[in-house]
């Protein structure tokens, strides 16, 4: 059975830093690319960053490019999302996804796997 588990979200300064994690089982996790996205209130789901399976290659929306880190850790089955310099449009549910692909780009559509999310509210 397939499990991402969501850590790390909750309430920030603006200006302030978060690491999210994803825990992922049930799957080969190596040979997988990996992603973070958001849903904001009102707004639909999008991508914040994704990672190819052997973390060589990243991919970020343009919002949060320099300003946000995306990495994986293999041995431990986890990909990580280093937030920094946190603005209050940031504020939305975080998803992991996973895809079965091993390369990137990534798509919405084409994401196998989903966790359940994590809040991340930036407050002003």
């Known amino acids: 059975q397939v499990q991402l588990v969501e850590s790390g979200g909750g309430l920030v300064q603006a200006g302030g830093s978060l690491r999210l994690s994803c825990a992922a089982s049930?799957?080969?996790?190596?040979?997988?690319?990996m992603a973070w996205f958001r849903q904001a209130p009102g707004k639909e789901r999008e991508l914040v960053a994704a990672i190819s399976g052997s973390g060589r290659s990243t991919d970020y929306a343009t919002s949060v490019k320099g300003r946000f880190t995306i990495s994986r850790d293999n041995a431990k089955n986890t990909v990580y999302l280093e937030m920094n310099s946190l603005k209050p449009e940031d504020t939305a549910v975080y998803y992991c996804?996973?895809?079965?692909?091993?390369?990137?780009?990534?798509?919405?559509?084409?994401?196998?796997?989903w966790g359940k999310g994590t809040l991340v509210t930036v407050s002003s």
């Open positions: 996804a996973a895809d079965r692909q091993f390369g990137l780009p990534v798509t919405l559509a084409g994401m196998d796997f």
């Open positions: 049930g799957y080969t996790f190596s040979t997988c690319a």
